[in-house]
């Protein structure tokens, strides 16, 4: 039962950090935004307006693998921390 959450988990994030990205292609609510949080607009690209302006914005698309490296690094240590591991004397095979 925990293999399928973890993997819920991680797909939900893997949509949260291609959202972040230029990459982002769907348009799943209205323009508005999400739940009428003008913030969340449906094109994605959270990043690049979060950069705009700045002298980091050339760097945007290493700065986005950068940071999603580091969010599943830590989202993996965090998932080995609550997972049991197994017997290292077990042969179950």
Same mark, same amino acid.
């Given at each position: ?7 819920? %988990?991680?797909? *939900?994030?893997? /949509?949260?950090? %291609? +959202?972040? =990205?230029? @990459?982002?292609?769907? =348009? @799943? ?5 999400? $739940?009428? *949080? &003008? /913030?969340?607009?449906?094109? !994605? ?5 979060? $950069?705009?302006?700045? &002298?980091?914005?050339?760097? &945007?698309? *290493?700065?986005? /693998? %950068? !940071?999603?490296? @580091?969010? $599943?690094?830590? /989202?993996?240590?965090? +998932?080995?921390? @609550? ?5 290292? !004397?077990?042969?179950? !095979?």
């Amino acid at each position: 039962m925990r293999k399928p959450f973890f993997l819920a %988990v991680t797909a *939900i994030l893997t /949509a949260v950090l %291609v +959202y972040l =990205s230029r @990459l982002w292609f769907l =348009s @799943l609510w209205p323009r508005p935004g999400l $739940l009428g *949080i &003008e /913030a969340l607009r449906p094109q !994605g690209g959270l990043l690049g307006r979060w $950069l705009r302006g700045t &002298e980091a914005a050339p760097f &945007e698309l *290493i700065i986005w /693998a %950068v !940071g999603c490296f @580091l969010v $599943l690094t830590l /989202a993996q240590k965090l +998932y080995d921390r @609550l997972t049991p591991k197994p017997d290292a !004397g077990d042969d179950h !095979g």
